[in-house]
């Protein structure tokens, strides 16, 4: 095996280096940029749990021939001057996360950003890193409630890029942070901020991507988490049981996956009488294909013409600053030790700053 270089220099000071992925999406909303795309994410036997040979031939055969095309024409419906939102808000939120952290920790710490599947590349972002000086590095998925399909798959290109390098940093890991308070502030106040500006809807629709229901039973938590998540924020938005709803979407081919379906509960619910529902994705950091097209416009759609009469879709965090405050809170916690002594804490931070305020 010929392993990768990087820059290395004996008695080179600590450098801390943090990397946030996401999910991916293609470079351009089109069927060509589209079928790479999609043949990575859905070769991915930690998205996919069949027997290789026969998903092997159901992809080649009956997907990668024409689900690109079909595809292509939902990102269009989302894409902005500056390309994918979700690459935009990724890096948006890359930039604010190092202004973040190395004001709280009087640091210069080195905040970089990747996609699980298309570019920039986990291994591409580590490259980066490393040769910027990084020896001590932090991990954080993009993805609060843990999934192997997400989470543990994003450690997979990690660990598969860690195997081609001679030289590696010291790492650390975030599996996920779906009860995390400062988490869920954010989303409460985007909530709150959302029903002032509009007004409260009869329903709050708590939306996770699904999973088949098989990957709960053999024991992936991710439903458990994302139930956790949609507890603790009605308890704080005072909301009972008939307030809020928790559903999955996008689900994909003919088995059974994780219910109810948002877009069954929607249409459920509108011919019930219900006029008004606001969604939230709280699994989702940043907005995207699932977010911006698939419950924006397509559950919109469905909601409407079964009777209802109101739809809010709330937007995903993104660069807001309580979520950015949220992530850099995650990383610090995962830093200690990292930081030097001589730094203040992100505890001290905030007194030097009321002080100052204070005078």
Same mark, same amino acid.
């Given at each position: ?114 996609? &699980? ?81 509009? @007004? &409260? ?30 507890? !603790? ?6 909301? @009972? ?58 559950? &919109? ?14 937007? !995903? ?30 505890? &001290? ?11």
């Amino acid at each position: 095996m010929k392993f990768r270089t990087q820059a290395f220099q004996h008695g080179q000071a600590r450098r801390i280096g943090v990397l946030i992925s996401n999910l991916g999406s293609p470079t351009q909303p089109t069927a060509k940029a589209l079928r790479p795309y999609l043949k990575q994410f859905l070769s991915d036997p930690r998205v996919i749990e069949v027997p290789r040979l026969l998903w092997f031939l159901i992809l080649n055969l009956f997907i990668l021939p024409f689900r690109p095309k079909k595809s292509a024409q939902a990102y269009r419906e989302v894409w902005t001057e500056q390309g994918s939102p979700l690459a935009l808000h990724t890096a948006n939120q890359a930039a604010a996360l190092q202004q973040r952290l190395s004001a709280r920790s009087q640091q210069d710490i080195v905040v970089d950003w990747a996609m &699980r599947y298309g570019e920039p590349s986990i291994g591409s972002a580590c490259q980066r890193l490393l040769d910027s000086g990084v020896d001590h590095l932090l991990v954080l998925p993009l993805y609060p409630q843990y999934s192997a399909s997400t989470t543990a798959s994003s450690f997979d290109a990690l660990s598969e890029d860690f195997r081609q390098r001679r030289w590696l940093p010291q790492l650390r890991f975030i599996s996920g942070y779906h009860q995390q308070q400062a988490y869920i502030d954010a989303l409460v106040q985007s909530i709150e901020q959302h029903w002032q500006q509009h @007004g &409260r809807q009869q329903k709050l629709i708590f939306s996770y991507h699904g999973l088949p229901l098989r990957y709960l039973h053999a024991g992936d938590p991710y439903h458990c988490f994302c139930l956790q998540t949609s507890r !603790a924020v009605a308890e704080r938005l005072a909301l @009972g049981e008939d307030e809020y709803l928790s559903c999955f979407q996008s689900r994909f081919g003919r088995e059974t996956w994780l219910q109810p379906y948002t877009d069954f509960e929607l249409k459920r619910l509108a011919k019930e009488g219900c006029e008004s529902v606001s969604v939230i994705c709280p699994g989702f950091a940043a907005d995207c294909l699932e977010t911006l097209e698939e419950i924006k416009v397509e559950n &919109r759609d469905y909601f409407l013409e079964a009777g209802g009469k109101e739809f809010h879709y709330i937007a !995903a965090l993104n660069s807001d600053d309580k979520h950015i405050d949220a992530l850099a809170e995650l990383c610090l916690d995962n830093l200690q030790g990292w930081i030097s002594h001589d730094s203040t804490s992100s505890e &001290r931070y905030d007194q030097h700053l009321h002080n100052k305020i204070a005078k």
